[in-house]
């Protein structure tokens, strides 16, 4: 197994020539949703379904939980998916590739309504179970996404089933296909999973709520600012109800689905968040970050929150250090999401108005072009040039622009200069700008990538934000 982490910590952390086809196509999605344990869930899903064009929607499993042990409600997300059938054809309009209220009715299933590994053995196949095995199975090339958004059991049992009616080889080839993100621990299947299947790509804050977890998670970071996570720094206007009441619940039939909030706007959202398709993320490395959050791969340490010391890496909790909103910087996990929450908030807005508006009533995001090649190569001191000519907004909206270096998903090490950068971006603020690769402040070895992030806002209503990311190899 020590063998399997070594190669795994390779291949994530180094390995970057696939991001160009990976940040493209279309990701394979299979929710699994504790729906109706409290609002979060149905408030994710109506997210879920407006962004449904970015994504190939393999299931929308009901599930169970630690909140909700017995009973699942597979109504619920038939309800809002029938409220999205209503709209479907004017979010057409604005951006293609919407799958039909048909094929989402299609793809709604339920686990049983049991309790962790409770559901989990032989004779507890469910009909969310066999879809998903159905949906890996699939001859298709490109991995399938488990966001899990209440307990991940449906999983589990999958994986034994594969486990105990197939070969080492046809369950590894199973196992490589699957990609999972889950809002901590919510039924004690997650634990077993990580440690019964050690070459899982798995992303978790580990842990469960009864010990204080959820405030320790990365993705309550979402929202999180007065009840879990305490996320000082961060625009709260932008997670109220009376905000959401405006932008969201306002706005038409898919609108009138969204719930009031009773702990926290949106948990889950997070978990399918850097799958959007916005230049920024690349879902394979977390390391790298987006709206979801960004993700490190180790072993956590034991912590009073989880059901037993992890047994090997994964992706986890990862520090950023962010310029709050009180021009003071904030460093921490939660600040890997609340980063962007403008940025995701503004476009959820935007999005539901294309549930309600023609074209022309509504803002769409613009399109970013740069000169300059993606993956460079350069020396210590050498200068970079960096330009977002021939980016364009199809409302005609002026642009702002703003370059960034994205020290922490870089591997280049460099102490931050006096502007709170750990580089100095010349014009950051310009449509064209540079920077030199610092000679000085470097911690050995003196090499590796720097993350540069071109990120372009238009000035329609709301502002809408897409990116560009630059790596460049120091050696």
Sequence with gaps: MKYTSIILIFMYLF???????????????????????????????????VYANQFDVEGLAATTSIHQQKRIAPERIRQIAEAYGKVRDNLEKHESGFPTIEFIRSVITEGLPDYGMNAVGQ????????????????????????PVWGGPNVLAQALWKVRDTRSKEELAKFVSKLRVYTISDQDDSGPWIRKEFPDLFYIVSPGFSAGGAYHHATWSGISGDYFHARCDGADFTLVTNEWL???????????AEYP????LMEGDTPSFLNLINNGLSNPEHPNWGGWGGRYEFYTPRIQKW??????????????????????????????????????????????MDWTIHPIEKANHPPVVKTEQDQYLEAKKGDRIELSAVGSTDPDGDALSYNWFCYSEAGTFSVSNARSGQPIEIENFDQQKAWFTVPTSRIMSPGEGTIHIVLAVTDHGSPRLTRYKRMIINVK
């Design 260 to 263: 009031l909030w009773e702990y």
């Design 245 to 255: 009441d405006k932008n969201i619940r306002k706005k038409g039939p898919l609108g």
């Design 123 to 146: 004779g507890k196949d469910s009909p969310a179970s066999e879809l998903l095995i159905k949906a890996v199975d699939k001859n298709d090339p490109r991995p399938l996404w488990v």
């Design 15 to 49: 390995s970057f020539a696939n991001y160009d086809t990976s940040a493209t196509e279309k990701p394979r999605v299979f929710v699994l949703t504790d729906i109706e344990n409290e609002p979060d869930d149905a408030m994710s899903m109506v997210r879920f379904l």
């Design 306 to 351: 989880h059901l037993y010391a992890e047994t090997r890496p994964f992706w986890s909790d990862a520090d950023d250090e962010v310029l709050g909103i009180d021009s003071r910087w904030h460093d921490g996990n939660h600040e890997t999401i609340w980063r962007w929450r403008e940025a995701y908030q503004n476009d959820f807005a935007a999005r």
